[in-house]
């Protein structure tokens, strides 16, 4: 596959200089071509910060204090705005958690899906259109060829987050960062989005990072798993490993607490989507 991500000692800071609150310390993270990275930690882990750090961002307040962030082999932390910009919604796109607080509500979710192809380049909006009435089917989207022409407040909170994960594979990146992608939908829509991404994740071999306090749905989506308490990775193994031999007591306390098998679930299955 190839190392598409590599990040070394990464260190990021909060405040002044002289009294600094740090946030991430010395975090090492690696990804694979096509692999799915789940970030798994309670609020205020770093697990956000680490998944924009990804991305070469950090928010307002914010700064890297250390450490190297290479995409590509290409590093990005320092890289000037322009290139990144450049790289930001072309090779690397970002799924925020709420998708109505995203989207424009002025526009139709159509009309936001062609924006990112003719910017970078891409496609032509004739082309992209079509590109995305053919996401939206796989997206199992209702009305594919006619929901695109909708605004954000006409369709459901499960079919926005579907429509946002498709306007972020409009440039057919190499890496997505999903952050909670699924916290604010109930339990049934969670497992039909999960689902769709997973399904259109794979079928382009997208790398992703997929961040989320619940080890039972990332349990659903990662081929490895890091877990970070306080700005830290504790422990990073494959899923199935994670699953049935977690090494850290932290670990065990988040998988008993935030998942929930199946009385008859064999041993290794992934759990249900159940949150506590």
Known sequence: MGNLLNIRGLRLEAGSRARPSVIIKGLDLELDRGEVLGLVGESGAGKSSAGLAAMGYVRDGVRFAGGSVEFDGTELIGMAGGHLRRLHGKRIAYVAQSAAASFNPAKTLIDQY??????????????????????????????PEEIGFRYPHQVSG????????????????????????????????QIEVLGAIRDIVEQYDTAAIYITHDLAVVSQMADRICVMK???AIETAPTKTMLDAPQEEYTRSLWAVRSFRRPDAEAGEAPALIRC
């Open 114 to 143: 062609t924006e990112a192809p003719r910017l970078h380049g891409v496609s032509g909006r004739a082309a992209a259109k079509q590109d995305a009435v053919a996401l939206y089917r796989q997206m199992q989207l209702p009305n």
């Open 158 to 189: 499960g079919q926005l987050q579907r429509a946002m994960t498709a306007m972020a594979m409009a440039c057919r990146p190499d890496l997505i960062i999903f952050d909670e992608p699924t916290t604010a939908l109930d339990v049934t829509t």
């Open 230 to 232: 306080d700005g830290e």
